[in-house]
């Protein structure tokens, strides 16, 4: 068997990633003649047409479609081995960072992030993103380079995890409520009108399946998408929010908090990153960051 020509996987990179001949040309600097042979070369030795015309345009077949992910994570690897290592300049780097976590998590871990950011690498920039779901694609496809919240079953397989913190669900609820006072029980706890938490708008959560086992049921009132949007809610009225500890510090200023009078295990935080940042100097000192200002909040 002929050995692969390994400089074609660089050509079939481009030419998915943008879909068309001229253009990959152009990004590659070769003729259209020349890319237009590579493309056959391509052809011949996939066993597939890989573009196909349709219209004025070209198309990916679903073999091409099959190859695109791998291609791509296969050329960003080989760049890797073969690009040499510079010692990281903080003062120097000029780069942005997009971080997909949760408002509760920037607002109350945020400021001590960015000012240390600020002092060691002024010239990198954060961007904080909402994170409306569990879907490791953002990593996957590299327009998130970090993520935080609690690895599931919708985590990627091949995505890093690392442990930032633990933390535990508590009951919220505006200076002055009735429950402010007296010892809580279940009874005052599951009587009182609360705001539930979901991105899914589900009307039943974890809290609603341990109280119908000890046969009790709380009214909610209203369901959010957002623990921030919950204790606001709480803030202004006597709604009962339960929302985790650690994770809303800062947004429980000026509110009593307790702890729940019904069974729920804590949660792990974890610090989410596809494989492929493993080995870069920048990323690999943000994550270091994060980490410490998760331990020092």
Known sequence: MSTPDLNLLVTLDVLLAEGSVARAARRLRLSPSAMSRALARLRETTGDPLLVRAGRGLVPTPRALELRERVGRIVEEGQAVLRPVEALDLKRLDRTFTLRTSEGFVENFGPDLIARIGEEAPGVRLCFVAKPDRDSAPLRDGTVDLETGVVGKTTGPEVRAQALFRDRFVGVVRAG?????????????????????????????????????????????????????????????????????????????????????????????????????????????????????????
């Open 177 to 297: 409520h009735p429950l402010c006072q007296g010892e809580m029980t279940l009874s005052r706890y599951a009587a009182g009108r609360h705001v539930s938490v979901s991105r899914r708008g589900l009307e039943k959560g974890p809290i609603d399946e341990a109280l119908d086992l000890l046969g009790l049921e709380r009214q909610i009132v209203t369901i959010v998408g957002g623990f921030s949007t919950a204790l606001a809610l709480a803030r202004a009225s006597d709604l009962i929010a339960a929302v985790p500890e650690r994770h809303t510090g800062v947004l429980r200023a000026g509110m009593h908090s307790f702890p729940l009078p019904v069974s729920m295990p804590d949660i792990t935080v974890s610090l989410l990153w596809h494989p492929r940042m493993d080995a870069d100097p920048a990323h690999r000192w943000l994550r270091g960051c994060l980490r410490d200002a998760c331990a020092a909040t």
